[in-house]
């Protein structure tokens, strides 16, 4: 882990403090948490049970048999197409964190997220997607009426500046941000909902003051970004479906800094913010929830999905 330098703390607390009335301010303190992203697939039955899993990322045999005695046990919303339920895929990512106890670590699973993430599960979920529409099959939760669907697309995003200060002080991190789109894709409003400092230890405060100084660095670029809405029924463009979730990286590997260390299949300490409501949403109890900790760099979650957790109780239980 590394620790900062006295004299870099002071400075950034000072730069930081002079800015507190800024919107994106850190408004909680951070943890400290360990966590691992696992990609994989699920398939659901009519009932929403489990049918079978997959996990795409190697792990070890004990990390192996703990999802293997959870992950079967969850209780899914059930999925209809044309009326009636069905079985269906998803792919998921697990991300799981572990914290010390007295005989080694404890680990539980810190978040799902169902849906696409990778560049190869969005161009297949595309493809499935426009099938769908066109044939009036788009699946949606049972009890809930089928939408059409709603396509984003990037648009050449621009990087944000990586902090000197930060740079000199080796801190990474990742900021998530989430933006409300106008429908011709530009940027409506912009909201950082969470935030991590990398392999990094020090004081709570001054890691904080940190974090703040990320979250208004991506705030002020994303404003600039466009994207490409598309949909074939404009009364679909709600602000649910026009909310993107987008993780901003701060790496020191682009700096000749240090190498980058795998984000999928691997462990990485983060002191990390809470994770902030969306402030234009008003989400439904079983609604999915995307923190910091479950994406990556060129990963991006849009609108809702109808692939949720009944029971999100079996979240944040030592395994």
């Known amino acids: 882990m590394r620790m900062w330098k006295a004299g870099m703390l002071a400075l950034l607390l000072a ?3 002079a800015q507190a009335g800024h919107r994106f301010a850190v408004q909680a303190a951070g943890e400290s948490v360990i966590t691992m992203r696992v990609d994989g697939e699920l ?3 009519p009932e929403g049970q489990v049918l079978e899993y997959k ?3 190697p792990l070890d045999a004990h990390l192996q048999q703990l999802l293997a005695k959870a992950i079967p046990a969850w209780e899914m919303v059930p999925v209809q197409r044309g009326g009636r339920a069905v079985s269906v895929r998803t792919p998921m990512r697990i991300t799981l964190a572990a ?6 670590y404890e ?5 799902v997220v169902f849906g696409p993430l990778t560049k190869e599960d969005h161009e297949a979920a595309r493809a499935s997607e426009r099938a769908a529409a066109e044939a009036g099959e788009t699946i949606a939760p049972v009890d809930e009426s089928p939408q059409a669907p709603v396509l984003i697309s990037a648009q050449g995003l621009q990087g944000p500046r990586y902090p000197y200060r930060l740079v000199e002080a ?3 991190g990742i900021v998530l941000l989430n933006l409300r789109l106008n429908p011709d894709g530009t940027v409506a409003e912009v909201f950082a909902a969470q935030s991590s400092l990398l392999n990094v230890t020090g004081r709570s405060k001054a890691l904080d003051s940190a974090r703040a100084l990320l979250e208004r660095e991506s705030a002020r670029v994303a404003w600039q970004w466009t994207f490409i809405v598309e949909t074939k029924d404009p009364a679909a463009l709600d602000d649910v479906a026009l909310t993107v979730a987008i993780p901003m990286e701060y790496r020191l590997a682009a700096h000749g800094k240090a190498e980058e260390e795998p984000f999928v299949g691997g462990w990485r300490h983060e002191f990390r913010g809470p994770s902030l409501p969306i402030p234009w949403l008003h989400a439904r109890p079983d609604e999915q929830v995307v923190g910091v900790s479950d994406l990556v760099g060129g990963e991006q979650v849009s609108g809702s ?3 949720r957790l009944a029971d999100r109780s079996v979240l944040d239980q030592a395994l």
């Open 15 to 17: 730069s930081v403090g």
């Open 43 to 45: 398939a659901i039955g």
């Open 305 to 307: 999905t109808p692939f």
């Open 55 to 57: 996990l795409r990322t």
């Open 107 to 111: 680990v539980r699973i810190d978040n």
């Open 170 to 172: 080796g801190i990474e």
């Open 99 to 104: 914290s010390e106890v007295a005989d080694g």
